[in-house]
């Protein structure tokens, strides 16, 4: 089992919803992730967060509100979204601020598809 | 610039082929570190390994082998007598650390494999 817990697996959502979704680690890491994975697409930055705080924000539109209340905690809330913005998101964690060792650990993502 | 490129999108064999899944990086860091990571059907991102830029050692892990070479930059993953459950995306991956402190990672566009029984 992973040690990065996201839910839900697979989301469908109407365009004008909103939903979130969740990323939990307990690995002691210091650092979350958000990616895109788009079908054809290489893995897309979207946010990342370091003792909580917001280190990066790839352009991503404003209908993607990330969220990160402590260090094992990772939200990623949606409104208004388009078809377009059907994909994987992956969450993963690291430890940011020494040699990532083993690298991201990664979650199994949510595939969310919106109508 | 930081860049990974995979050239290879998609890969077929048969069982029990040898497969080399290609990976080349940019950097102008002199200190770097290189992965490779397996994504299965199942969704999430699995760490294969990992290799320092001051490392230059090749190194094999059962079926799996790296072939690390700072002079053309490349850093090429083999897998010997392939399986079936060798089916998924693979990926290569550059860290570098930041001037702020902490590393930056970047993927590489990822190459599917498949393997016919």
Partial sequence: ETGVTQTPRHLVMGMTNKKS????????????????????KPLELMFV?????????????????????????LFLHLHTLQPEDSALYLCASSQERTVPNYGYTFGSGTRLTVV | ??????????????????????????????????????????GELVFLIRRNSFDEQNEISGRYSW????????????????????????????????????????????TRLFVKA
């Fill in chain 2, 1 to 42: 610039a930081q860049k990974v490129t995979q050239a290879q999108t998609e890969i077929s064999v048969v069982e029990k082929e040898d497969v080399t899944l290609d990976c080349v990086y940019e950097t102008r860091d002199t200190t770097y570190y290189l992965f490779w990571y397996k994504q299965p059907p199942s």
């Fill in chain 2, 67 to 110: 072939n690390f070479q700072k002079s053309t930059s490349s850093f090429n993953f083999t897998i010997t007598a392939s399986q079936v459950v060798d089916s998924a995306v693979y990926f290569c991956a550059l860290s570098e650390a930041r001037r702020a402190g902490g590393f930056k990672t970047i993927f590489g566009a990822g």
């Fill in chain 1, 21 to 40: 979704l969740k990323c939990e680690q307990h690995l002691g890491h210091n650092a979350m992730y958000w990616y895109k994975q788009s079908a054809k």
């Fill in chain 1, 49 to 73: 967060y370091n003792f909580k705080e917001q280190t990066e924000n790839n352009s991503v539109p404003s209908r993607f509100s990330p969220e990160c209340p402590n260090s094992s905690h």
